[in-house]
């Protein structure tokens, strides 16, 4: 069964800025299009960023275009989420899985944000 860890998480203050990381299990890691997905208490999980098998290609939800970046590493087997200029409405628990998701979700990495 693949596992999905998921790291750097935190506090933040408005403007600051995070990187995230997910390592995945996944032997077959590099031929899969991978998401990084979010959770706001209240709300459903929502999928914020996209990047395709080979990382030529991403895709953002309107609300983090511009601020966030995702990146892969396959022979690391590993996705980032790169965020900036952070806002007090992305604090949610973050969550990495394949786009779409189908493998077990990880715990996530809590990511709040003061204003």
């Known amino acids: 069964q693949v596992q999905l860890v998921e790291s750097g998480g935190g506090l933040a203050q408005y403007g600051g800025s995070l990187r995230l990381s997910c390592v995945s299990s996944?032997?077959?890691?590099?031929?899969?299009?991978m998401g990084w997905f979010r959770q706001a208490p209240g709300k459903q999980r929502e999928l914020v960023a996209s990047?395709?098998?080979?990382?030529?290609?991403?895709n953002y939800a309107d609300a983090v275009k511009g601020r966030f970046t995702i990146s892969r590493d396959n022979a690391k087997r590993t996705v980032y989420l790169q965020m900036n200029s952070l806002k007090p409405e992305d604090t949610a628990v973050y969550y990495c899985?394949?786009?779409?998701?189908?493998?077990?979700w990880g715990q996530g990495t809590q990511v709040t944000v003061s204003s």
């Open positions: 899985n394949r786009n779409p998701p189908v493998w077990p």
């Open positions: 996944a032997t077959m890691f590099s031929i899969f299009s």
């Open positions: 990047i395709t098998d080979d990382g030529y290609a991403t």
